[in-house]
């Protein structure tokens, strides 16, 4: 179970984006981001409950908790608010990879590079 700030949850603007707020989620020990999910009141009380990933599928529009087919869980060490109260970030330790392709992170895929 996660230690709450309820100050800091009092500040999470779900009606901003229709009920939802994006969560990127980030690895807790190489700080590589792994992939972005939706989470709505409920998905964010579940991980606070928990202390694993839960978010909100806007496609199946139900409530889901990472792993809970692939056992690719992610167990949440810290859930920080950004300064509008709109976007989540979740530094979690992952088990097994992120991206349901089978790549550890979501973002594999380079469109533009300094050179």
């Not at 779900?14 to 939802?20: N, Q, Y």
């Not at 989470?39 to 978010?55: D, I, P, Q, S, V």
């Not at 608010?81 to 790549?103: I, S």
Request: glycine letters at 8%; one cysteine or more; a neutral charge.
């Amino acid at each position: 179970m996660l230690q709450v700030n309820e100050e800091n949850l009092r500040v999470v603007d779900f009606e901003k984006g229709g009920g939802l707020v994006p969560v990127v989620v980030q690895d807790a020990s190489t700080k590589e981001v792994l992939m972005v999910a939706y989470a709505n009141r409920e998905a964010l009380e579940k991980t606070l409950k928990t202390g694993f990933a839960h978010y909100y599928s806007r496609s199946r529009k139900k409530l889901w908790k990472k792993g809970e087919t692939s056992g690719n869980v992610q167990r949440v060490k810290k859930i920080l608010v950004d300064c509008d109260g709109d976007t989540l970030l979740y530094v979690v330790n992952q088990e097994g990879v992120a991206c349901h392709t089978g790549e550890y992170s979501c973002f594999f895929r380079t469109v533009g590079e300094e050179k």
